[in-house]
């Protein structure tokens, strides 16, 4: 069964403006971590916030985790052409040692 | 380069036929992992190691099994490949601490992608 869920599917937008991804999930979590992945390639890592922060910045992303909600998303600022990519929430859950992902967001940006 | 490598990169395999995924990370992470990627469906776990000599189950470990001879290998195989398991594999590992709950990052292989007719 999944564990999270992605908010929206898929989402287009022109270059310089921002993009919002969201995630949901419904167990308790050690930290929850985003990750991108570019069409055809493994998924690399972009940033972790831990169950007990509420806010994250690295470079252009932002993250905020909302643990009363079961929720979390990223922002990503002034997008390029190259964010174009489908990006994942993952969720370390409580006791399991593994991560689980959600569904993806497929993010384009046109030039 | 430090880092995770799978092979094949690619495999058409006929059903009924063993195949195993290879899996070598460099980096001398404790825990390994293996996934699945469907599309609609994301990523799912199908079997992990939190060390060497251990392994568990994930969320869709049937038709899967997998070893953990050493801290650097950690092969999937598929003893009787059917068509639903048509798919991209990712392997992926992370650092750990031996005895305890694995947390932080995880580090992506390529990906191999697995078709069975």
């Known amino acids: 069964s999944q564990q999270g869920e992605e908010d929206p599917q898929a989402l287009s937008i022109q270059e310089g403006e921002n993009a919002t991804m969201n995630c949901s999930y419904k167990?308790?979590?050690?930290?929850l971590q985003w990750y991108r992945q570019n069409s055809g390639r493994g998924l690399v890592h972009l940033i972790l916030i831990r169950s007990n922060e509420r806010e994250k910045h690295s470079g252009r992303l932002r993250v905020t985790l909302d643990t009363s909600k079961k929720s979390s998303s990223l922002l990503i600022t002034a997008s390029r052409a190259a964010d174009t990519a489908s990006y994942f929430c993952?969720?370390?859950?409580?006791?399991?040692?593994?991560?689980?992902f959600g569904t993806g967001t497929r993010l384009t940006v046109i030039p | 380069i430090a880092g995770i490598t799978q092979a094949p990169t690619s495999q058409i395999l006929a059903a009924g036929r063993r195949m195993t995924l290879r899996c070598t990370q460099d980096m001398r992470h404790n825990a390994m992992y293996w996934y699945r990627q469907d599309l609609g469906l994301g990523l799912r776990l199908i079997h992990y190691s939190n060390t060497a000599g251990t392994t568990g189950k994930g969320e869709v470990p049937d038709g899967y099994s997998v070893s953990r001879a050493n801290t650097d290998d950690f092969p999937l195989t598929l003893a009787s490949a059917v068509p639903s398991q048509t798919s991209v594999y990712f392997c992926?590992?992370?650092?750990?601490?031996?005895?305890?709950?694995?947390?932080?990052?995880?580090?992506f292989g390529e990906g191999s992608r697995l078709t069975v007719l």
């Open positions: 167990t308790s979590i050690n930290n």
């Open positions: 993952a969720m370390d859950q409580t006791g399991a040692n593994n991560l689980f």
């Open positions: 992926a590992s992370r650092k750990g601490v031996r005895g305890q709950a694995n947390t932080g990052e995880l580090f």
